[in-house]
T-cell receptor, first 113, second 112 residues
Framework: EAGVAQSPRYKIIEKRQSVAFWCNPI?????LYWYQQILGQGPKLLIQ????????DSQLPKDRFSAERLKGVDSTLKIQPAKLEDSAVYLC???????????FGNGTRLTVT | EDQVTQSPEALRLQEGESSSLNCSYT??????LFWYRQDPGKGPEFLFT???AGEEKEKERLKATLTKKESFLHITAPKPEDSATYLC?????????????FGGGTRVLVKP
């Protein structure tokens, strides 16, 4: 079974620039999650999709972050404009519709300079 | 407020020196507690799910246990390859979609 795929693995941008991350979940997993993990901390949920719809985006900074999951499969997370405090690893995870456990990709490490 | 707290933040062990990690939670109506292992540069890897007090799960040198207020991850006779960050997570049933909330993790270093 192929795992959760994410790209790119690393990204370095300057503040106020924009960036996008891509995620392809495990086949058949209806639920997709984006987590932000700051160095030395546990992952924090940004947004959760169930098929095409958003279940929870209460911790997504909507003035600069956006996410979409077209056709209920892969997903894109965008940051525009980026701030220094957005430097983190962005993890994508997926699960069956019934819920956890979540299966994670290896993340995208974003550095904002 | 529902919370998940892990201790200690870091643990340095000699190879073969057994120890335990703690995950305490304050959430009503527990719907599972999840343990993950995370290696540097990788995403968290699922280890165990525990659902009820008294339940235990084992995998190689790891054993997870659950009480009504906390969970322990016991590492027996650890080897250097057990070095990783161990994360626990709990679904927050008051949140939409039973949001899975993680603790801050325990960084374990096992020296040969």
């Amino acid at each position: 079974e192929a795992g959760v795929a994410q790209s790119p693995r690393y990204k370095i941008i300057e503040k106020r620039q924009s960036v996008a991350f891509w995620c392809n979940p495990i086949s058949g997993h209806a639920t997709l999650y984006w987590y932000q993990q700051i160095l030395g901390q546990g992952p924090k949920l940004l947004i959760q999709f169930q098929n095409n719809g958003v279940v929870d985006d209460s911790q997504l900074p909507k003035d600069r972050f956006s996410a979409e999951r077209l056709k209920g499969v892969d997903s894109t997370l965008k940051i525009q404009p980026a701030k220094l405090e957005d430097s983190a690893v962005y993890l994508c995870a997926s699960s069956l519709e019934s819920g956890p456990p979540l299966h994670f990709g290896n993340g995208t490490r974003l550095t904002v300079t | 407020e529902d919370q998940v707290t892990q201790s200690p933040e870091a643990l340095r062990l000699q190879e073969g020196e057994s120890s335990s990690l703690n995950c305490s939670y304050t959430v009503s109506g527990l719907r599972g507690l999840f343990w993950y292992r995370q290696d540097p540069g990788k995403g968290p890897e699922f280890l165990f799910t525990l659902y009820s007090a008294g339940e235990e799960k084992e995998k190689e040198r790891l054993k997870a246990t659950l009480t009504k207020k906390e969970s322990f991850l016991h590492i027996t006779a650890p080897k250097p390859e057990d070095s990783a960050t161990y994360l626990c997570a709990v679904p927050m049933i008051k949140a939409a979609g039973n949001k899975l909330t993680f603790g801050g993790g325990t960084r374990v270093l096992v020296k040969p």
